[in-house]
């Protein structure tokens, strides 16, 4: 099996940062990509950034110039760093991955448990 566990959630003011981390382990042969996605009350869970083989990443356009997705290949993790945050950013955020448990298998997705942000005065 896959775990993923996220850290790095919290309480923030209006303008502030947080650096949420998610390292991947267990059974994995290669990591397709890593990603976040958020759901906050009432709402449907969404795509914040994903990270890609080969350094390609992709952001929700409500967050693009304000939150940059990294990855360290060799540790199984993935980083969001959100700066200049705003209250509608408050949600539980979850990390994701779809990854590969041998060179003869496809991709399959984890999720990890989510962590909270909230952005509030």
């Known amino acids: 099996q896959v775990q993923l566990v996220e850290s790095g959630g919290g309480l923030v003011q209006p303008g502030g940062s947080l650096r949420l981390s998610c390292a991947a382990s267990?059974?994995?042969?290669?990591?397709?990509?890593m990603g976040w996605y958020r759901q906050a009350p009432g709402k449907q869970r969404e795509l914040v950034a994903v990270s890609s083989s080969g350094d390609s990443t992709n952001y929700v356009d409500s967050v693009k110039g304000r939150f940059t997705i990294s990855r360290d290949e060799a540790k199984n993790t993935v980083y969001l760093q959100m700066n200049s945050l705003e209250p509608e950013d408050t949600a539980v955020y979850f990390c994701h991955a779809d990854v590969r448990r041998s060179r003869w298998s496809a991709g399959s997705e984890y999720w990890g448990r989510g962590t909270q942000v909230t952005v509030s005065s």
């Open positions: 267990g059974n994995i042969f290669r990591i397709n990509t």
